[in-house]
């Protein structure tokens, strides 16, 4: 026996670690048990998508003013159950209603007209206006005799002891400028002259005659004398004497009474004889659509009242329950500020963010279950979904699609605000023939399994795949068939 060199003793024992394990290999490889398998079997395959979101009314809504201005009425508190439509909150609006009250009366009267343009003329409707013109009439020949009353009082009463010889040879008996007491006398003096022509036409006045004529006449008496009158009372301005100042004054006020009333009695005849004339021409159809129109405007105006009467109301469109009321009477507000809450009695929803990967496998009519962090995991609730937005929502950088799911049956237990942890069933399909996802080999964008033959040769198929599942396992389409066996992987992978 001899001993060996220390150096010879190290390749020695690597040599025989590697030889063993040569071998070691070589013996596993030859045996029947080195592959982990499962058979291919048909199955129900389900696709879930799992997210996280928050419980929601399905409505909410807050609620303030289109319009600034004074809160004047409170009908809802806090906690208090409303209806669609109810008035929750009123400012000042007392001016608006006074304002509809009037464009309703302008409306009832263009109405009124449209239906008796469309009904036409009735007899007994010409007669009434025959006999408004006939009135009418005798009204401008009594206010011509009363214009010529007041003028023969205004000039012959007060104005006349102005002077000496008023009607023959006027002399001013007061003191003036030269100039303006000259033109006084002569225009006196002409006055007279147009008494006698006015007081000569008088009897040929009457309800027969040609109205609009004379009061034409009579309009220029009138207005000679007003213009007299004017001058006097600058005339009579300058002197101390306060009486003379009062005669003038009512002088000028009665001329001008019966100027008016002249005036008025020639407008109020035109008037019935142009309604005369519309009831016995009858309605044309260019009438009734110029009437239809006037209609229409009067119903806008009352439509657009009705509009500034509902802004200063805060209604509720929803049947729910006040959250937060922050209206007080006497307070002034501005328009839009929110100042109301109202969550709805409906169905609660449920609000989460899908991430884009899963987007595509989730659709409006899926269903869902879902637990409640307030409540135990055994107590589960079915949902449905009922929305997904189409556009993204961006949160801390990246993009989610908002998906809304509604409670498929009320529970007095959920409560706005809870947190839910959603599976939601997006593909289910019976039958399918499945392997695990993880036997299946990716190669070059084609998809592969390793198969077991019954003589312990490994085949490798090519396969299609279907849905996958949300358990880990995968529907196979073609490729391969019911009760093969499946390599998983290698016992030395």
């Keep these: 026996m001899f001993l060996l060199r220390r150096p010879y003793v190290f390749y020695v024992i690597g040599a025989a670690i590697l030889l063993g394990g040569v071998g070691f290999y070589f013996f596993r490889s030859s045996g029947q048990d080195e592959f982990e398998s499962v058979v291919a079997k048909r199955r129900e395959i389900t696709q879930e998508v799992s997210v996280t979101g928050k419980v929601k009314p399905s409505e909410s809504v807050d609620l303030g003013f289109d319009k600034s201005g004074r809160i004047t009425k409170i009908s809802a508190k806090v906690g208090a159950r409303v209806s669609p439509g109810q008035v929750l909150a009123q400012i000042y609006n007392a001016d608006l209603f006074s304002e509809l009250a009037q464009t309703q009366a302008v409306l009832k009267s263009e109405q009124a007209k449209l239906d008796k343009l469309k009904r036409g003329s009735r007899p007994e409707d010409i007669e009434i206006s025959r006999a408004k013109v006939a009135e009418a009439k005798q009204n401008l020949v009594d206010k011509m005799e009363d214009a010529y009353t007041k003028a023969d009082d205004a000039i012959h009463i007060k104005i006349d002891q102005f002077f000496s010889n008023p009607r023959t040879n006027p002399q001013l008996t007061f003191a003036t400028e030269s100039q303006l007491e000259a033109d006084l006398e002569s225009s006196r003096l002409l006055l007279e002259a147009r008494f006698k022509a006015w007081n000569s036409s008088r009897e040929g006045i009457n309800v027969n005659a040609n109205l609009y004529s004379f009061a034409g006449e009579i309009s220029e008496h009138l207005g000679n004398i007003k213009s007299f009158l004017d001058v006097m009372a600058i005339a009579v301005n300058g002197t101390a004497v306060e009486a003379y100042k009062t005669d003038v004054s009512a002088a000028r006020a009665s001329v001008n009474t019966a100027i008016n009333n002249v005036s008025s009695a020639v407008t109020n005849l035109r008037v019935a004889e142009s309604e005369l004339a519309l009831e016995e021409a009858g309605s044309t159809p260019e009438d009734i659509l110029v009437q239809e129109a006037a209609v229409e405007k009067a119903e806008a105006s009352v439509n657009n009242i009705k509009a500034q009467i509902s802004k200063t109301m805060l209604v509720s469109p929803i049947r729910g329950v006040i959250t937060r ?10 328009a839009s500020a929110a100042l109301v809450s109202v969550i709805s009695d409906a169905k609660f929803q449920i609000e989460a963010n899908l991430p884009e990967a899963d987007v595509a496998k989730v659709k409006v009519g899926d269903s869902a279950r879902l637990t409640l962090d307030a409540f135990s995991s055994d107590v589960v609730f079915d949902a449905v979904v009922v929305a997904l937005d189409p556009a993204e929502t961006v949160i801390e950088g990246v993009s989610t699609y908002k998906v809304t799911l509604e409670f498929v049956r009320e529970d007095e237990q959920i409560r706005s605000g809870l947190t839910a942890n959603i599976d939601i069933l997006t593909a289910r399909k019976e039958n399918a023939l499945a392997i695990p996802q993880r036997a299946v080999i990716n190669r070059d964008g084609e998809k592969f399994v390793r198969v077991q033959n019954p003589d312990g040769r490994v085949d490798e ?24 066996n499946i390599i998983i992987s290698r016992e030395s992978d």
């Design 325 to 334: 009321q922050d209206a007080k009477v006497g307070e002034i507000i501005s």
């Design 461 to 484: 198929l090519k396969i299609e795949l279907g849905l996958i599942g949300s358990d880990g396992e995968v529907e196979v389409l073609s490729g391969i068939e019911e009760g093969m």
